[in-house]
């Protein structure tokens, strides 16, 4: 069965062919961060217009690369939610309009579940039951995971999300946008033991994880700071190379915990902060050979169609399938799949 992938919750409009004898047969993504660098950030309504541009083009690219026709495919699916609204319209539209004129089956994708998944494309594959850190700009969570659908929040950000906490942080040191991985690529030069900044949460017995206290002390640190230009610009360095450090910490503490708690043995970390080299290498290094770690290739931690394809794949096998009405779930908690 071959499925079209198509992903359209916020800034990336993304397609996907995926096979189920034969894997990942093509994808395409278009990152619209240069149209909203100039806004410092996410324009919804411009996101939807730039998906709507996207999305035919995209489908026309995967088919070439995958050598096939429209006639060949025998499902679409579609990224329901958790998005923007007028964001995910513009996916479940076409999804929605190209199903029905080829006759064929469509399913809703919960975009969460996408990432979750979304290491299975790699080999060697995690097997169920794993431990999955889902870490992005707008979640993180920890999420026991049974089987297909079959999933157990164990503990999630009670603020801000690890991704939100990078980006914030960036854009008060002025790094741009996005934030996230310039806050990164700075903290490089840095040296990470050089600002002391608090790993929240830590010490308590919960799961759950709190970031927005981490942002705060780190403006604050360089708010008091004093020197000259080149002391600075080191300062910064280190500041950056500090907090991520810090975060670093209490995610693979917390993840720790967790596969303690439930006696797992493999830890999934997927979402766009899995493509952070020091949580990688962290993750490698803290957990040893007793814990199986994996992740998406870089280029599937960010949204993609590849993870929604797969994902839809699966499911569709079970026979499920979405009604012919539109509807989008900008709010859809990942447990209620369940």
């Known amino acids: 069965m071959i499925t079209l992938g198509i992903e359209s919750s916020c800034d990336e409009t993304g397609l996907a062919l995926y096979c189920t004898d034969n894997g990942l047969l093509a994808h395409a993504l278009f990152s619209q961060v240069d149209l ?4 410092g950030g996410v324009v ?33 699916a579609y990224t329901q939610g958790p998005g923007l609204a007028g964001a995910l319209l513009t996916g479940a539209m076409m ?50 995971v049974a089987g297909l659908g079959q999933y157990q929040l164990l503990g999630e950000s009670i603020d801000d999300a690890a991704g939100e906490a990078f980006d914030k942080t ?3 040191l002025g790094l741009g946008y996005p934030g996230g991985p310039a806050l990164a690529a700075l903290a490089e030069k840095g040296d990470a033991s050089a600002v002391d900044l608090p790993r929240p949460m830590m010490n308590r017995n919960t799961l759950d994880f709190s970031f927005s206290g981490l942002k705060t002390a780190a403006i ?67 957990l040893g050979a007793d814990v199986r770690v994996f992740y998406p290739r870089l280029e599937f931690c960010t949204d993609n169609g590849a993870m929604i394809a797969l994902a839809g794949a699966k499911r569709l096998l079970r026979g499920e399938k979405s009604d012919l009405s539109v509807s989008v779930k900008p709010r859809w908690p990942l447990e209620s799949l369940t």
């Not at 909203?36 to 806004?39: N, Q, S, T």
């Not at 060697?124 to 707008?138: E, N, R, T, Y």
Request: hydrophobic share 45%; charged share 15%.
């Open 36 to 39: 909203h660098a100039l806004y």
């Open 44 to 76: 919804p309504e411009l996101a939807s217009r730039d998906h709507v541009k996207r999305l035919v083009p995209l489908t026309r690219q995967v088919c070439h690369s995958a050598s096939i026709t429209l006639s060949e495919i025998d499902a679409v």
């Open 95 to 144: 999804a929605r309009g190209l199903a029905w004129a080829l006759q064929l089956p469509a399913l809703g994708v919960h975009h969460l579940e996408g990432h979750l998944l979304a290491p299975m494309l790699e080999t060697p594959a995690p097997c169920f039951p794993f431990l999955c850190l889902l870490v992005s700009g707008g979640h993180t969570q920890l999420v026991a």
């Open 170 to 172: 960036a854009k008060m």
């Open 220 to 286: 604050t640190r360089y708010k008091q700071f004093s020197g000259n230009a080149e002391q600075e610009s080191q300062f910064i360095a280190d500041l950056a190379a500090s907090f991520q450090q810090a975060v670093v910490d209490v995610l693979i503490g917390k993840s720790s915990k967790a596969l303690q708690r439930t006696g797992l043995q493999t830890l999934v970390i997927s979402g766009g902060v899995s493509a952070n080299s020091q949580l990688r290498k962290s993750a490698d290094e803290l």
